[in-house]
């Protein structure tokens, strides 16, 4: 493994994590980065942190998230339509699934970059088990894996441990990237991640 190791806290549901994911792996790639896969549940992480689910926050600040996700979007080019039908879902069983992914050491970060491109290009609803299930069979896996991931004790005592490490570690946004326990939150963020990477 790597002696470069990125802690990488996340939601399945978060426009800013896709925005920022392949620019991350490229980042990581270029400093020869571990990145460790860590998606979490933010709706324990929220009110711990004093941040606020999308819908309770006031709507000035709604209002401007939507220009900032057009002017990002354009800027970076990436594919993203911003007002997706199936927004806010539950999110549990895809970020298991991409844990689950991570164990069995079966490219979690590609999981996690097909999971964020159904829910902000392609309007599919990530919360849906047959959603999820055609995205692992266009992963090349097989359904059962689905199952195995819902059913499995150890993602979700991750997802908890993950979740529980994330509030330890004063997270409280998605994405946050933690290098050498320095913490760097949105993916606005990475020119700095980079430049610490190229320190050491």
């Known amino acids: ?3 470069k190791t990125i ?4 939601t399945p549901m978060s426009p800013w ?13 270029k400093h020869g980065a571990h990145i460790e896969v860590k998606p979490v549940d933010y709706g324990r992480i929220f009110p711990v ?3 606020l689910p999308l819908a309770q926050r006031p709507k000035q600040r709604q209002a401007y998230r939507m220009f900032e996700l057009k002017r990002w979007r354009d800027h970076l080019n990436v594919p993203l339509n911003p007002t997706p039908k199936h927004s806010p879902v539950p999110v549990e069983l895809a970020a298991r699934l991409i844990i689950a992914a991570d164990i069995k050491e079966l490219n979690a970060m590609g999981l996690a ?6 829910a902000w290009v392609e309007d599919r609803d990530i919360s849906d088990p047959d959603t999820l299930k055609a995205i692992c069979a266009e992963q090349g896996r097989k359904p059962e894996f689905l199952w195995e991931a819902e059913q499995s004790e150890e993602t979700k005592r991750l997802y908890d441990a993950y979740t529980q490490e994330a509030i330890d570690r004063q997270v409280f946004g998605a994405p946050t990237y933690f290098y ?4 760097f939150w949105g993916q606005d963020r990475l020119d700095f991640l980079d430049r610490a990477l190229a320190r050491g």
């Open 1 to 3: 493994m790597s002696a």
């Open 7 to 10: 802690d990488y806290y996340f």
């Open 17 to 29: 994590a896709y925005l920022g994911h392949e620019r991350f792996v490229a980042i990581a790639k």
């Open 49 to 51: 942190s004093g941040g």
């Open 113 to 118: 970059l097909a999971i964020h491109r159904a």
């Open 180 to 183: 050498k326990d320095e913490p």
